[in-house]
């Protein structure tokens, strides 16, 4: 029985013959029309690799975690996502920040009537808490300096946090010396040296407010836990490889633009880590909303009635391979970088998703640079030039010369070289497991090395112990893939977190003096023409001298719902944001 017949059943009981008569004319007429029922604000949204590796913001560090971090817990200021320029809007606080002319003083008022969803009030306490646990975490010349109860050394056997890179100084001092309460609502945070970066670094996960009444002040979340925030979504409970549950707040602020509590019944993150499946079942009505996608698919998903595809252009998420710079010298990675088959795996392992990326920085951050002389850009393949950096070298030359190999010599040779029992090298390439297109990649890498004779195994691991190895095994890897999406827009994230010497996640081991030396004055320097200069340097130093990675390719943003989700912002900086999606 059809659900209107089903209103017009009981109507009868209420009403009678003759009143369900009059209805029916009525219906016929267009004089009454016939309304079903309001879909349910229970929102499912397809999370591929979605596990969370960290539940506390101040030491999570991974997208998938970040993900679930931001709809719990707000930071002063946020990139707007409406604004195809993504100007930062202040949000926790009520305008940007008074700074002192020597560029170390930000005095920031934040809004009122907030709470946390403990009922803890938000002001200015609550925020100078947080700010010092985040500094706590790094653990600076054992916290001495930091107001009580943060003023103690981490415990023997708590990592400092790996954000460290994000929130320091070239000497290793934190960023931020101390912040002030000036009135109940009314914060100074005082840098120990300018940043050029420090607005949008506010705007960052780590940067959010926590309760002091729920939150474990000397360690870290569990993910056993409950995070505490003042977002518009409370956390409700996480189950590895199966999902993510949060529930609304029904007391949350509203935003800046006072929208007041999410519309959403429920959000709940599925956990599905094969992408097929996942859009499998986007069309099958079990997944609302994505922000993953396969080229594959979309031919499927435009022809659905019931499914709405985007593709919103660039995206600002970057692929790349890094090399462990100790194992692996320049000649080999040169070798490397210039025997790849950068277009077979844009074009077919990523099916045309993701455009070349010659560059650490992707296109639409500042200062990006490609135009310099990059491996195999824009689309070539060059075996040639990659072999002639072996036979040119004289460890290497001396062995291929040794095996009877020229530069003459057929890809046979070069191939019963890397497969025979003495390759001219052997590594590992590490991937996270789920991720097939890293899995492949991985294989046409060790495809196209075998034609300058090295060996490449292909390794996968859990996304967990890969994250674990390239920050604490990281002697264990000659090569692995990762994927980047900015914390922040500015060109120092792309930099510093994977190359400066002191990051946790520079575990690719990379450390070249004049580099260095850059990445510390991009930190410190807020001259845009100066840092312009800093920026093309750096870039040039990795692209046409040290290659410290494959740089591959940066996305493109397809995002896909069923048709009814509305408020859904797609966004190049793969933010997910739910307060304002609701179903129509």
């Known amino acids: 029985m059809e659900k209107k017949n089903v209103a017009i059943v009981i109507l009868a009981v209420i009403l009678g013959a003759s009143g369900v008569g009059n209805i029916l004319l009525g219906m016929q007429l267009g004089l009454i029309e016939v309304v079903p029922p309001p879909k349910t604000q229970d929102m499912i949204f397809g999370a591929v690799s979605g596990n969370i590796v960290w539940l506390d913001p101040h030491m999570s560090y991974d997208t998938a975690s970040n993900d679930v971090i931001d709809q719990i817990v707000e930071q002063l200021y946020q990139f707007n996502l409406s604004d195809p320029s993504f100007g930062m809007i202040p949000w926790l606080a009520t305008d940007f920040p008074t700074i002192s002319p020597n560029g170390l003083e930000y005095t920031i008022s934040l809004r009122t009537g907030i709470k946390y969803h403990d009922g803890t009030d938000f002001n200015a306490t609550t925020m100078k808490w947080s700010l010092d646990r985040l500094m706590y975490f790094m653990n600076y010349s054992s916290n001495a300096d930091l107001p009580a109860p943060f003023n103690v050394p981490l415990p023997e056997g708590l990592l400092p946090t790996q954000l460290g890179i994000l929130y320091e100084q070239p000497d290793g001092k934190r ?30 996960t780590a940067s959010g407010a926590l309760s002091p009444t729920s939150t474990p002040p000397l360690r870290y979340y569990e993910l056993s836990e409950k995070l505490v925030g003042t977002g518009p979504f409370i956390y409700k409970y996480y189950v590895a490889d199966i999902e993510v549950k949060f529930d609304p707040n029904p007391d949350y602020w509203g935003t800046p633009e006072n929208l007041g509590p999410t519309q959403l019944t429920s959000l709940t993150y599925s956990i599905i880590p094969d992408l097929t499946t996942m859009l499998q079942g986007l069309l099958a009505g079990d997944i609302d909303l994505t922000d993953s996608m396969l080229a594959s698919f979309i031919p499927q998903l435009e022809a659905d009635p019931d499914v709405v595809v985007i593709d919103a252009g660039n995206s600002l998420t970057i692929g790349w391979i890094t090399f462990n710079y100790l194992r692996i010298n320049v000649t080999m990675r040169k070798a ?25 920085i992707p296109w639409g951050i500042p200062f990006a640079n490609y135009s310099l002389n990059a491996p195999n850009y824009p689309d070539f393949v060059d075996y040639t030039t990659a072999r002639n950096f072996l036979l040119n070298d004289a460890g290497y030359g001396a062995t291929l010369a040794a095996a009877g190999i020229t530069i003459a010599s ?8 890397a497969t025979g029992l003495t390759p001219l090298e052997s590594y590992n390439y590490s991937w996270n497991i789920g991720n097939d297109v890293a899995r492949d990649q991985g294989e046409r890498l060790a495809f196209d090395m075998e034609k300058i004779g090295v060996k490449l195994t292909v390794i996968g691991k859990a996304w967990a112990d890969h994250l674990d190895d390239i920050v604490n095994n990281r002697d ?41 030396t850059l990445m510390d004055d991009g930190l410190s320097e807020t001259d845009p023409v100066k840092r312009k200069y800093i920026y093309d340097e750096i870039q040039r130093l990795m692209v046409e001298e040290y ?27 793969a933010r997910v944001w739910f307060h304002p999606v609701y179903f129509e």
Not at 175 to 204: C, D, Q, W
């Open 476 to 516: 264990e890897l000659d090569l692995y893939r990762l994927g980047w999406a900015p914390d922040y827009l500015d060109p120092e994230n792309y930099i510093n977190p994977m190359y400066d010497n002191g990051s946790a996640t520079n575990g690719g081991n990379f450390w070249e003096y004049d580099v260095q």
């Open 410 to 417: 057929p890809d046979s040779a070069w191939i019963a070289l």
């Open 336 to 360: 490397i970088a210039w025997c790849y088959n950068y277009s077979y795996v844009i074009d077919v392992v990523t099916e045309g998703l993701n455009l070349r990326l010659p560059s650490p």
């Open 547 to 573: 290659l410290p990675a494959l740089f591959m390719y940066t996305g493109r943003n397809f995002d896909a719902w069923r048709v009814g989700v509305k408020g859904w912002q797609p966004n190049p900086l």
């Open 175 to 204: 960023v931020i010396n101390r912040t002030e309460i000036i009135g109940s609502h009314t914060i100074k945070i005082v840098l120990n040296a300018p940043k050029g970066s420090f607005m949008p670094v506010l705007a960052y």
